[in-house]
Antibody, heavy 115, light 106 residues
Framework: QIQLQESGPGLVKPSETLSLTCTVS????????WSWLRQPPGKGLEVIGY?????HYNPSLKSRVTVSMDTSKNQFSLRLNSVTAADTAVYYC???????????WGQGTLVTVSS | DIQMTQSPSSLSASVGDRVTITCRAS??????LNWYQQKPGKAPKVLIY???SLQSGVPSRFSGSGSGTDFTLTISSLQPEDFATYYC????????FGGGTKVEIK
């Protein structure tokens, strides 16, 4: 059974870089595709970026985002630069699956941007 | 970007009701449409992928239809555990989600 777990700081200062890691268990990340998404409190879902052979980014975030994979640790990572309060959200990682649906998801981690 | 418009944004229904949620894409996305259920404080869970395929383990009261720009998620007989928020997602190109439909108890 594939399981995903997000980890990283829960509080980031404005203008700094948000860095999160998704650790995958139960499968090799080399065999699948992976994504990062977020959900601001009380709002809907937004894709940040994903890897499906190539890397694809949300155009509204593209200039600030990097998604990368570390196959030696079976992890994939997210870096979001120059954060503001608008980047406060629950951040999720998920596998890209059939018809590019997203399954399973990690439990999510709340990141708050505040000084 | 492909815009996804869900309707209604919320609805009230009773246990046993038939519930229909619609999702419209701003351009043709073939059948690259997926549906999710999200309960408070939890990650979303996929229900339907490829517009009509039921994800393994999802009850058969959930079904999806549509292609092109217009899609529907139907719950044939609403159960207590189905009160949640539902999202559509297009995977034709850069993923985008609908705004969500909150299904509440009447």
């Amino acid at each position: 059974q594939i399981q995903l777990q997000e980890s990283g700081p829960g509080l980031v200062k404005p203008s700094e870089t948000l860095s999160l890691t998704c650790t995958v268990s139960g499968a090799s990340i080399k065999n699948y595709y992976w994504s990062w998404l977020r959900q601001p409190p009380g709002k809907g879902l937004e894709v940040i970026g994903y890897y499906t052979g190539g890397t694809h980014y949300n155009p509204s975030l593209k200039s600030r985002v990097t998604v990368s994979m570390d196959t030696s640790k079976n992890q994939f990572s997210l870096r979001l630069n120059s954060v503001t309060a608008a980047d406060t959200a629950v951040y999720y990682c998920a596998r890209v699956w059939a018809s590019h649906s997203l399954d399973p998801w990690g439990q999510g981690t709340l990141v708050t941007v505040s000084s | 970007d492909i815009q996804m418009t869900q309707s209604p944004s919320s609805l009230s229904a009773s246990v046993g009701d038939r519930v229909t949620i619609t999702c419209r894409a701003s351009q043709d996305i073939d059948t690259y449409l997926n549906w999710y259920q999200q309960k408070p404080g939890k990650a979303p869970k996929v229900l339907i992928y490829g517009a009509t395929s039921l994800q393994s383990g999802v009850p058969s009261r959930f079904s999806g239809s549509g292609s092109g720009t217009d899609f529907t998620l139907t719950i044939s007989s609403l159960q207590p555990e189905d009160f949640a928020t539902y999202y559509c997602q297009q995977s034709y190109n850069i993923f985008t989600f609908g705004g969500g439909t909150k299904v509440e108890i009447k």
